[in-house]
């Protein structure tokens, strides 16, 4: 087993594709697919916009001991607002690799001051934000 270490182990960066991808993300939701059926389900029913984007990317975000941390990125925008959606995919799930590999990757647009504008699926209405051509500016 080697000395590596969440801490010591090299973050992926994401290819010019996906930080196009990325590009305009307002806030960032922990929801395997299901939850995010669930959260479109619910929000189309109330009237509220929701378009889901058909391209999605697997990102991984590091090896560690010889296995891939590795996540699924999707995006949805909802009321105009372009939310990504993450789910760790791999065996192997080390939520310090994913939240540096995020603050590397994401662009300044997904912040709420000094902070990842993030949230799981049961608290998804936190990361749309009240005014979104104000926090986009």
Known sequence: MSDQTP?????NTVSAEVAKFLEGVTGVVEANSFETMCLWER????????EEVSTGYGATVAVLHDRPVALSLRIAIVEG????FIDATS???DWKLIDAWLEKN????????DRINRSDAMNFANVLRQNP?????
Not at 7 to 11: D, G, M, P, Y
Not at 106 to 113: C, H
Request: no cysteine.
């Open 7 to 11: 801490e010591t182990v090299a973050l």
């Open 43 to 50: 929000h189309t029913m109330h009237g509220r916009a929701w």
């Open 81 to 84: 607002q372009k939310v990504l």
């Open 106 to 113: 994401l662009p300044a647009s997904a912040y709420d001051g």
């Open 133 to 137: 051509v104000a926090a986009a500016g």
């Open 91 to 93: 065996e192997l799930v």
